[in-house]
């Protein structure tokens, strides 16, 4: 009996502990960022590669339509703050729009 009460409780630990084995894991993660006072390529291309040169980043995807940028990183090396943080220190604040744990 107290075993089947624990089942869901134990179900639940298992989903909130998965990002944390995925990091450790080293699975990369994925952020996408609302940027701001993009007006054209130049804007992107400023924005892209000071997300490139933050250690971790493995992939970028920047959108000027949709002034959006999708940023593979490797959890274990650097985090979304710091991702945020590049974008400001390159003129261009952002906005996270989807946490890479919220999967
Ligand atoms: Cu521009």
């Keep these: 009996m107290k075993a089947n009460n624990m089942h869901p409780l134990a179900k639940l ?3 909130a502990l998965f ?3 995925a990091a450790i894991a080293g699975e990369s993660q994925t952020a996408v960022m609302d940027l701001q006072n993009i007006h ?3 804007c992107l ?10 250690p971790g980043v493995e992939e970028t995807k920047l959108d000027i339509d ?4 999708t ?8 985090n979304t703050a710091a ?10 604040p952002s ?3 989807k946490h890479p744990d919220n999967r």
């Design 83 to 92: 991702l945020v943080q590049a974008t400001v220190k390159a003129g261009f």
């Design 19 to 21: 990002p944390i084995a």
């Design 45 to 54: 291309n400023t924005v892209k590669k000071a997300l490139r040169n933050v």
């Design 66 to 69: 949709k002034k959006t940028a």
């Design 13 to 15: 630990l298992v989903i």
């Design 71 to 78: 940023v593979k990183f490797d959890p274990a090396k650097t």
């Design 40 to 42: 054209c390529y130049a």
């Design 95 to 97: 906005t996270l729009r």
